[in-house]
């Protein structure tokens, strides 16, 4: 089994910075893409951005210049800092990794963390 956990949310005044951690533990295997994901009140899910094995990354337009990706392969854990935040970025930030282990192919996902910005 895989598990991911979010941390690093909070409330943060608009033109503030966070950072975001994503751990990944348990029968990992290899893990391909790591990606974060929000999801405000009301609306879908979303992709934020994200980077694969190769460090390859890939951003939403509403984050660009302003978020940034990284992943620590050693220590199995992505990052997201986000700087500049606004109010629309208000939501809960979710983590998601997909990989192969022994058992096969798999995609897990956090519980999120609530990113609250507030003008």
């Known amino acids: 089994q895989v598990q991911v956990v979010e941390s690093g949310g909070g409330l943060v005044q608009s033109g503030g910075s966070l950072r975001l951690d994503c751990v990944v533990s348990g029968f990992i295997g290899s893990i391909n893409a790591m990606g974060w994901y929000r999801q405000a009140p009301g609306k879908e899910r979303e992709l934020v951005a994200d980077?694969?094995?190769?460090?390859?990354?890939n951003y939403a337009d509403f984050v660009k210049g302003r978020f940034t990706i990284s992943r620590a392969n050693a220590k199995n854990t992505a990052y997201l800092e986000m700087n500049s935040l606004k109010p629309e970025d208000t939501a809960v930030y979710y983590c998601?990794?997909?990989?192969?282990?022994?058992?096969?192919?798999?995609?897990?996902w956090g519980r999120g963390t609530q990113v609250t910005v507030s003008s």
């Open positions: 998601n990794t997909n990989g192969r282990n022994w058992r096969g192919q798999y995609d897990a």
């Open positions: 980077i694969n094995s190769g460090g390859t990354t």
